[in-house]
């Protein structure tokens, strides 16, 4: 059994910064990407960042230069360094990651999100 479980969060006033982590545990091969995803209320999931093995980053226009992700390969944990927040990226916080259970099978699993609220 995969899970991935968030930390952090929370609320901050904006321009303030805030890190959010979120490991993997269980019986796990390999993790190949990581990412995080936020859902806004009354809107769709949408992709913030991911990251490679490799540590390869891929970031949505709206966080970057705001946002970095990073991984941590030994512990099975990815991070999201959030700075210049912004209210508009309030919303739920998800984990997402690519995660090989055994040798021969892949499959994607979710955490189960954290709130991060940004004041005006």
């Known amino acids: 059994q995969v899970q991935l479980v968030e930390s952090g969060g929370g609320l901050v006033q904006a321009g303030g910064s805030l890190n959010v982590s979120c490991a993997a545990s269980g019986t796990i091969f390999s993790i190949n990407a990581m990412g995080w995803y936020r859902q806004a209320p009354g809107k769709q999931r949408e992709l913030v960042a991911t990251?490679?093995?490799?540590?390869?980053?891929h970031y949505a226009d709206s966080v970057k230069g705001r946002f970095t992700i990073s991984r941590d390969n030994a512990k099975n944990t990815v991070y999201l360094q959030m700075s210049k927040l912004k209210p508009e990226d309030t919303a739920v916080y998800y984990c997402?990651?690519?995660?090989?259970?055994?040798?021969?099978?892949?499959?994607?699993?979710w955490g189960q999100g954290t709130q991060v609220t940004v004041s005006s």
């Open positions: 990251i490679t093995t490799a540590g390869s980053t």
């Open positions: 997402n990651a690519d995660i090989y259970p055994s040798r021969w099978h892949i499959s994607n699993y």
